[in-house]
């Protein structure tokens, strides 16, 4: 069957006219469209690219402003750090005294107990507490507490450098990040548009976590200034009490040893004089023995020269008795015989009476004698130990300011 063709659509000329405005007024509506769309672009170019450079120098200007206040309190930070590294070599110095003093006490406490133990072996009435060993037991004493006083500010001294190097680490790390946040911010200040190592990054815009504010940033870096600060000081005043420490007990044991000194110097006098006078009254003493055995030996011969008239006084009696009767009279001479033998025998009893007694002094004396001899051969082992041993060592004590 034919397919029937349908026949065009035939317009009239006011539709064909219509038609032609409308396309007319689409098609510039378009156009001016279009051309206030590349107006605005360009503006938008325009604003955008004033916008971008703006803001870069701001980042720039910004940049150099963070530079800036970075350099500050490096500068802040190298000066406090550079002054506390000066307290610390002053106060090691200042340790090494007080070490040096710790030590320098060990030889005088060391003779001054030697000195008490010298003093234990005198003998005898010698071995008293006198004043020599009341000042030696006090001198071990203050040297004891001198040596624990130093200990104790070594203690401090140590305890005060280890705070110092740990606000000295503080100040040394707060500047090596400063030191990485200027060659950071420098390279990125140095960057521009056409630099060759630009590129994107995904979520560099996100804030990290650890971040801190500017204000945070700030006082960090005071507190560390500061804590140094407060331990320079702190420092500075243990320099001033270990000073103080130092000459003070310097003093107290230059003292104390004069003291000990002058008590041995008095006490080895005092025994010199004692010794020299019990060396005069043995001197005496052994004269008068000498005297005294002399006497005994007059008295003796005395007694012996009594023997020879009491026996012609006993003999005349005995042969006078023979007289026969009565010229056995008691006459004159028969009375004198017998008061002649009642004398010569109490001249007998006399002379033997006065020989005991000189016997019995001569015994006294010689008693005398061998005490007087002990007691100087005391005084001399006792001068020998204060002069010789004791003094001889402390001629080696030598106290000089620590």
Partial sequence: MAQLIKPPTVFNHSEWTTSNKTKFSNAEGERAAAERLVDE???????????????????SKKLDQRIADLDFWKSELDNKLAELKTEIDNLLAFKTRVEKAIEACAEPLHIAQQCLANREKRKGIDLVHDDVQKELIKEVETIQGVMALLS?????????????????????KDLKDKF?????????????????????????????ANSVTPEDWETYSNENIEKAERERNNSVQLRTIIDGVLQQTCNDMQKECEC????????IDETKDTKGKL????SRVIAQIKEME????????????????????QTRLDTRAERPNVELCR??????????VTEIQMSIDALRERLAQ?????????????DLEEDIDVKANTLFIDEVQCMGMRKSVNIKPF
């Fill in 152 to 172: 104790r500010t070594l203690e401090q001294a140590v305890e005060q450098i280890r705070l110092n190097r740990k606000a000295k680490y503080q100040l040394e």
């Fill in 180 to 208: 990485t946040a200027m060659d950071v911010d420098g390279y990125c200040k140095e960057l521009r548009n056409n630099s060759q190592h630009i590129r994107y990054k995904d979520g560099v815009t996100k804030i990290q």
């Fill in 331 to 340: 006459d004159p001479v028969q009375y004198r015989l017998i008061s002649e």
């Fill in 279 to 282: 060396e005069n009254h043995l």
């Fill in 358 to 370: 000189a016997e019995s002094s001569l015994k006294g004396l010689i008693r005398n004698q061998l």
């Fill in 260 to 267: 000990v000194n002058i008590a041995f110097q008095k006490r």
């Fill in 294 to 313: 002399e006497n005994i030996s007059r008295l003796q011969k005395a007694i012996a020269d009594k023997e020879n008239p009491m026996k012609l006084s």
């Fill in 41 to 59: 672009s360009k503006r938008l170019a325009d604003e955008t690219e004033k916008r971008t450079e703006y803001t870069q120098r701001d980042v």
